[in-house]
Every structure is written in C-alpha cells, then in structure tokens.
C-alpha cells in the first residue's frame, strides 16, 4: 500500500498532496438531484476542503444548455468564491452568435475563465465542427485550456474528431473528458502523438484496468483529474485513483503537478 493510499484511507484526505479538480459542473440539471449542484459559497467550500480539492474547474450546466443565461451563470459563481473556483466558458455549437460574442469578450473575464468546454455529443456537432472555428483559434493562440467531452466511437467527439483538433490547434491545451472512454489505445496514441493532450479520468476508473494501461504505455505526465462533480463524489474518484495501485509519484502528478503547469500561466 502506498503512502497517499494509507493516508487517505486513515483521514479521508492527504495533507500534502492537494488536488485540483480539472472537470467539474454547478446548477440544477433535469431529471436528477444534485444535494451540492446548486451554488452556495459556503457549502461548496467545505465540501471541496472535505476532500481535499485545493481547486474546482467547471462548467456551469446553465452555461452549456441555457443560451438566454449562458455564461454568466459561471462568471456570477466563480466571483463569489475566487480562491477556489475558476470556470470553463462553454460554448454550444447550435448558437454560433453567441460563441462569437463569448470569445470576443474572453479577455475581460481572465480572473474566471482558463477556456473552453466543449459537450458535443449532447449538442450534437462534432468538435472539428467550424461553429467552434473562433474559440479553437482563440485558444490555439493564447495556450488556453480546452475541455472536451470525449467518447469511445463518438462521431462527435471520438479519437479521429480529437487527432482532427489536435493536429489543427497545437497551442491548445486539450483535456480528454472521460478520455474516449473505452478505446484508451486510441487515447494513449492520441497522448504519444500530440504532447498538448491529456488523459481527464472522470468515468476512467469505473473500468478496472483503463488507468494503469495509459500510465504503463505513456506515464503520468498527461493525465489529470477530474469527476464531473457534483454527479460524482470527490471521495470516490480519489479513492478509485489510489486504489488503482499506481505509485505516490504518479497520484502526485495526477492529482495537482500536471494541473498546476496547465494553470500556471493562467491564474
């Protein structure tokens, strides 16, 4: 047993191995019951510091399915709890308009925003789609980090729509959400081929193997952590990742090493 998987299974944290949290959501969603989705500054902090999340990256659900609201819904969240939070500007595909009014004010909301979200598979336009064409060159330029939603055998935002963007769009940082969850050779090729892509492990550890296959292929250096909370539990997802078996070196990087150089330049 490693040394962080000991301390976590005694504490429920580990003290000097903090955790940035890469993909995250807030507000309501339908059909289901999110007990922390909907933002209260307080409650949010302690449940971060419950589990020793140093910081939470997210998406608003009513920035990505709520054009009328948008991305004010992240702006508003991120303002009230600076020291912990910073946003995604999400961007869908099927208002094009308002994609193009999102990058053109990006640079007033830099103390909020680290970049893009990308859910093409809900929105159904696939990532290469040139809806997006002003946001991937905005982030192409500047470094910015783009979240993908991404899926096995997606026509929307599998590993041939990811090599599309990647091999267009070098300067971008591109976090494979769900990591083209369950064709990791694609994805660890896709991570061999173009040093800008990274592993994001939400939905990785629900299939036993995934992780240690793309730490054994390409290490640990493009992987970082995520859980889609709150539909998952932070406890869960740290847990998962640690009992995996992969050394304390490797739960460092995952955990906050690789996020922090990602954010370094942009917080």
């Avoid at 191995?17 to 933002?39: A, E, L």
């Amino acid at each position: 047993m490693n040394t962080l998987w000991k301390e976590f299974l005694e504490k429920g944290k580990v003290e000097n191995c903090p955790v940035y949290d890469m993909h995250g959501h807030m507000g309501s969603f339908s059909r289901i019951y999110f007990p922390y989705g909907d933002f209260d500054p307080e409650i949010t902090k302690n449940r971060l510091d419950r589990a020793g999340i140093k910081m939470l990256v997210f998406c608003s659900h009513w920035a990505l399915f709520s054009p009328d609201i948008g991305n004010k819904a992240n702006i508003d969240v991120v303002r009230k709890l600076p020291e912990r939070l910073r946003a995604y500007c999400g961007l869908n595909p099927n208002y094009p308009e308002i994609i193009e009014k999102d990058v053109d004010e990006f640079e007033k909301y830099t103390d909020v925003f680290v970049g893009f979200k990308l859910l093409a598979d809900y929105h159904r336009k696939p990532i290469s789609h040139e809806s997006y064409a002003s946001a991937w060159k905005y982030a192409d330029k500047h470094g910015l980090i783009v979240l993908l939603h991404t899926w096995g055998w997606s026509q929307f935002d599998g590993p041939e729509q990811v090599r599309i963007v990647a091999e267009k769009y070098p300067g971008a940082k591109i976090l494979l959400g769900h990591s083209c969850h369950g064709e990791w050779d694609k994805t660890i090729q896709l991570m061999k081929d173009f040093p800008n892509v990274y592993a994001e492990l939400c939905a990785v550890v629900d299939d036993r193997g995934g992780l240690e296959q793309i730490i054994e292929a390409v290490g640990s250096n493009q992987i970082v952590f995520g859980t889609d909370w709150p539909w998952f539990n932070h406890h869960y997802y740290i847990g998962a990742v640690l009992d995996s078996g992969i050394s304390d070196q490797d739960a460092h990087n995952i955990f906050h090493r690789n996020a922090e150089k990602l954010l370094s330049s942009l917080i």
